[in-house]
T-cell receptor, first 111, second 111 residues
Framework: GEDVEQSLFLSVREGDSSVINCTYT??????LYWYKQEPGAGLQLLTY?????DMKQDQRLTVLLNKKDKHLSLRIADTQTGDSAIYFC???????????FGQGTELSVKP | DVKVTQSSRYLVKRTGEKVFLECVQD?????MFWYRQDPGLGLRLIYF???????EKGDIPEGYSVSREKKERFSLILESASTNQTSMYLC??????????FGSGTQLSVL
């Protein structure tokens, strides 16, 4: 079945760039999403990319999609301590909003 | 702003009890979802619903049932709670083929 994989942990220093990677298996994915979960909270949509795009930029966030390799990345520029959270990659294929999530990457930002 | 409200933030139940987790959304969304979140496993879909009185099994429906008698409310039921159902439960809603909005989650402990 469909699968989405992420590494579990990433640690960076404040002011550096963070890159969180994700691989997926479903080639029929229409949208790919990045969600952020702060401690004690639900998931909040950060950004998403349509499968026919290679890149999307939104302020400090850059999403890169390599459809051939089924690889998605999220780059956070000038990472701040407030960016510390768990980041989930998810893929969907227009089947009514049903998404497949990765395991989540816990980003730790050190001052 | 869309609001997805889960009735309890923390719940402690005993093995064998019947447990109800309630979720209400206020944006007239067609779709509603129940996920469970476990460390290292990400989010796994338990059940979802595209309309009132409709339900579909997700990836891990065993030991759970759901009820959607009204469009705004989606309940997750554990008929006989077991310790392996200790987890964070997340409810989400969406319009058809649009992004998911999540509640804050219910941390359930089964003793």
């Amino acid at each position: 079945g469909e699968d989405v994989e992420q590494s579990l942990f990433l640690s960076v220093r404040e002011g550096d760039s963070s890159v969180i990677n994700c691989t997926y298996t479903d080639s029929s994915s229409t949208y790919l999403y990045w969600y952020k979960q702060e401690p004690g909270a639900g998931l909040q949509l950060l950004t998403y990319i349509f499968s026919n795009m290679d890149m999307k930029q939104d302020q400090r966030l850059t999403v890169l999609l390599n459809k051939k390799d089924k690889h998605l990345s999220l780059r956070i520029a000038d990472t701040q301590t407030g960016d510390s959270a768990i980041y989930f990659c998810a893929e969907g294929n227009n089947q009514g909003g049903k998404l497949i999530f990765g395991q989540g990457t816990e980003l730790s930002v050190k001052p | 702003d869309v609001k997805v409200t889960q009735s309890s933030r923390y719940l402690v139940k005993r093995t064998g009890e019947k447990v109800f987790l309630e979720c209400v959304q206020d944006m007239d969304h067609e779709n509603m979802f129940w996920y469970r979140q476990d460390p290292g496993l990400g989010l796994r879909l338990i059940y979802f619903s595209y309309d009132v009185k409709m339900k579909e099994k997700g990836d891990i429906p065993e030991g759970y049932s759901v009820s959607r008698e009204k469009k705004e409310r989606f309940s997750l039921i554990l008929e006989s709670a077991s310790t392996n159902q200790t987890s964070m439960y997340l409810c989400a809603s969406s319009r058809l083929n649009e992004k998911l909005f999540f509640g804050s989650g219910t941390q359930l402990s089964v003793l």
